[in-house]
């Protein structure tokens, strides 16, 4: 009995709020401990009665009007550990018929990338589930002593324009800044520059702000380590951030343009200098819109496994708002990140394999008819199997229990979410948003 008092004690503690159903814990818990009732009553009122009555009032004074638990989905019981590959493939392009219906209230921003053309098909057909859309166009990089903005090719107005008749979804395209950071960051004349080239792109093609990411480029060149220079990234990021919102939408002249930051999931236990931490969140909110969280690839084919394991994602969210007081009112700036890819990784001979989509994971399930596991530690369904050649793989790959499991915990924080991106899920992913 202690043993397992201990395992919920750790439970309770590990999770923001029991998600479960409050009333079958008691069950579950008064069944299992009939000899010590005095003892249970107490342990019952404090750490189950209690706590369920304050989720339950917090519900019913904070909740959004609509629940996960609640969508099409779930309804019809796809949602659920024990899946067989059969579900999938027949299931998987079986969508609700009301596609603008919302189960997801927070802020839902979705990457679209040019590679996989799907995605823009999937903006237009669901464009009242998302708040704001982000094309994958453009990169600022340095040529010669210049600085140039490149990616209007990939630009697509008749799409904007079809997505703006249909919906409001703010589309922010996204800008990698591939220019040197410490020419850039130390020159005026270059970070003006800079600045300029974004925003008058935004005013031309009317765009509603952009989403920027550089933090990752910045530390991958090592200039996040240096105090001053770091100093100096942020300072950039607030200037670009100000003059962003110094110019209005062409939509309504009372919505500014918005800047969107791109951020990454720390890289240990303990924040080092050149990760994204609490503090500088902080810094940035006057002139950051939202925060973009890349909380997927956990896993590399040189360490195989699960993408996203939800503990992680909950660490990284602990990280990043449960540290300082105040940080915690920053979540619903936060969109928290859910991939809609997977991986096929070798798991013998050496390493290998990488990402698959949607159409490459219904292949694997045809061909090899596997047994799906749910890994009950990340919260991930996966599969193994052989190859022609006889070697083995193991395919981790998003459910519709997995998304719902990641929108759960978002949910829980108050954070909106961010999918990389939706020309590589499955039809049915979308019923859950
Ligand atoms: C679809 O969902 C939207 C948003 O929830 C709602 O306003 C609309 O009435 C629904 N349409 C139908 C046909 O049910």
């Not at 079958?24 to 005095?38: L, P």
Request: charged fraction near 25%; include cysteine.
């Amino acid at each position: 009995m202690a043993k397992r008092r201990d395992r919920r004690l750790v439970q309770s503690s590990d999770r923001r709020e029991p998600r479960g159903d409050p009333s079958t814990q008691v069950d579950q818990f008064s069944e299992s401990a009939a000899s010590d009732r005095k003892l249970i009553a107490i342990f019952i009122l404090f750490f189950i009665v209690i706590p369920a009555v304050s989720v339950l009032v917090y519900r019913i004074k904070y909740a959004p009007n609509t629940y996960g638990t609640e969508s099409h989905a779930r309804q019809d019981g796809r949602v659920k550990t024990d899946l067989k590959y059969e579900e999938i493939l027949s299931e998987n392009s079986k969508v609700s018929k009301n596609a603008s219906h919302r189960q997801y209230t927070y802020p839902v921003l979705a990457y679209i990338t040019p590679w996989n053309s799907k995605g823009y098909e999937m903006a237009k057909r669901f464009t009242n589930k998302f708040t704001h859309l982000s094309p994958v166009w453009y990169d600022l990089r340095s040529q010669g002593t210049e600085l140039i903005l490149e990616g209007r090719h990939n630009a697509d107005r008749g799409w904007i324009s079809e997505l703006r008749m249909k919906g409001g979804a703010l589309v922010l395209p996204r800008v990698v800044l591939e220019a040197f950071p410490s020419e850039m960051l130390r020159k005026k004349k270059l970070r003006d520059k800079a600045i300029e080239l974004v925003v008058s792109e935004c005013k031309e093609m009317e765009y509603d702000g952009i989403v920027l990411e550089s933090w990752s480029r910045w530390a991958a060149y090592g200039i996040l380590s240096d105090p001053d220079m770091r100093n100096k990234a942020l300072k950039f990021i607030k200037q670009l951030g100000h003059a962003i919102h110094s110019v209005s939408s062409s939509r309504s002249s009372k919505q500014p343009l918005q800047l969107v930051y791109v951020i990454g999931p720390p890289h240990s236990e303990k924040l080092q200098v050149h990760d994204f931490g609490p503090e500088d969140l902080q810094s940035l909110n006057d002139a950051v819109d939202g925060f973009s969280l890349m909380t997927y690839d956990f896993s590399s084919p040189h360490n195989p496994g699960p993408n996203a394991p939800l503990k992680w994602i909950h660490f990284t969210l602990q990280l990043l708002l449960g540290t300082t007081g105040n940080a915690r009112t920053l979540a619903h700036k936060v969109f928290l990140g859910i991939n809609f890819y997977g991986n096929d990784f070798l798991l013998s001979e050496g390493s290998g394999g990488g990402a698959i989509i949607g159409r490459d994971y219904l292949s694997l399930l045809e061909k090899h008819k596997p047994f799906l596991r749910w890994e009950e530690n990340s919260a991930e369904h996966f599969f193994l199997y052989f190859d022609d050649e006889n070697k083995k793989h193991a395919v981790f790959y998003p459910s519709l229990m997995s998304i719902s499991l990641r929108l759960e915990e978002a949910r829980s924080w108050g954070t909106g979410i961010s999918i990389w991106e939706i020309g590589q899920g499955l039809d049915y992913f979308f019923d859950l948003l």
